[in-house]
């Protein structure tokens, strides 16, 4: 094998062909099935999105009410529910959601079904299961009794609901709604890869996931969300952020929130919509302003320092953290806005399936003899 095909992190490696979705950092376009995703983040519902992602195109009026009815009355077994009620309150988030996403293979008569028409039927139900799981992922490791979503209101604000056990107001809606479809698809990070690669071996749609789990939780990938606001709350304030920051440079340390592999020289586009959907919040409720300041110091020293500008998780956080939502649910929530764009991969690598099995560069001893 000749070494100049060896990419570390796989970096520029073009490593499967899809029609779901392509960052086109020429153009500043992330392309969600044609359209831009900044479009469909101002404009259209969550369920839309869903609908986009598995039919391949945007769905009608009554495509989209069968699809918000199958997402928000699609009940969680209560054994799934039992499952989290024993495992430790000390483990983290992702690891409950992990076990959560793994046990719901087992009450899906057709969780082995790999072809890619009934992937595509059970979607919805899966997408709306896995939000309610996580909506109530804090309730039981308190010891609250899990709640359900209910008809009258939409995916989004059910969800929401859910998490936060309070009425909630038309902006604090669309702007977690927003999020969600900031997070819904984003080509092929590392989750992604890891649910195609699962996938590619015939393994099924919960198993892709429950591996796409294991991923995002990294403080790398999605995990840098609970991680950005951890370092807000420790600072308090801008100048205790400026101080933080310059430390942590100092120190060599990664500034969670900050870089990506495809944007690492300029603004994520979805970083940019969250911070408006930010201050919209902060003008919506008259509280947060300091949040902003300090997100706006961190922005300026990591541009002027390190030529790194903020990632989505950077914005998300302290947008959750205004809703109310509790910290260790940030990623989980990431991975529940996400299940629909994964589905969308799981599906379309089962409909064109070929086996991921790369080879390695050896850099180990050879000839030894026992
Ligand atoms: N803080 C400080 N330095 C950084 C950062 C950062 N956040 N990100 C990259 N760098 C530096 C890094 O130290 C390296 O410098 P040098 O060449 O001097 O060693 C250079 O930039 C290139 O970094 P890399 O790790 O080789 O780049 P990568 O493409 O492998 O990493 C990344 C991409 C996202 C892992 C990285 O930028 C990072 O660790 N960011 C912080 C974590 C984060 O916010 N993750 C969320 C990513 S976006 C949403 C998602 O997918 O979940």
Redesign the pocket.
Known sequence: MKEDRYSP?L?GIIAAETRISFLDTEHEEIVIRGYNLLELIRKVSYEAVVGLLLDEKLPDGSRQRELSQAMVQAPVPAPVYDILRKLPASMHAMDRLRTAVSALAGFDPEANSTSPESERLRAPRMIGQIAQIVANLTHIAEGREPQGFFPEYSFSENFLRAIVRRDVSAPEVRAFEQSLIAYVEHEL?NSTFAARVVASTLSDAYGALTSAVASLKG????G?NEAVMYMLLEAKDVSGLDQLIRRKLSQKE????????VY?RRM?PRAQLLKEVLHELISARGEGQVYADMCQRGEDIMRTE?G?YP???YYAAPVYYLLGIPIELYTPIFFAARSAGLLAHIIEQHRENRLYRPRVLYTGPRGLSI
């Not at 403080?219 to 999605?222: E, K, Q, W």
């Open positions: 992190g970096e990070p403080p790398l990938h999605g840098a990664r500034i969670m929130g900050f870089g990506h592999r690492m994520d390190k790194l990632n989505l998780d």
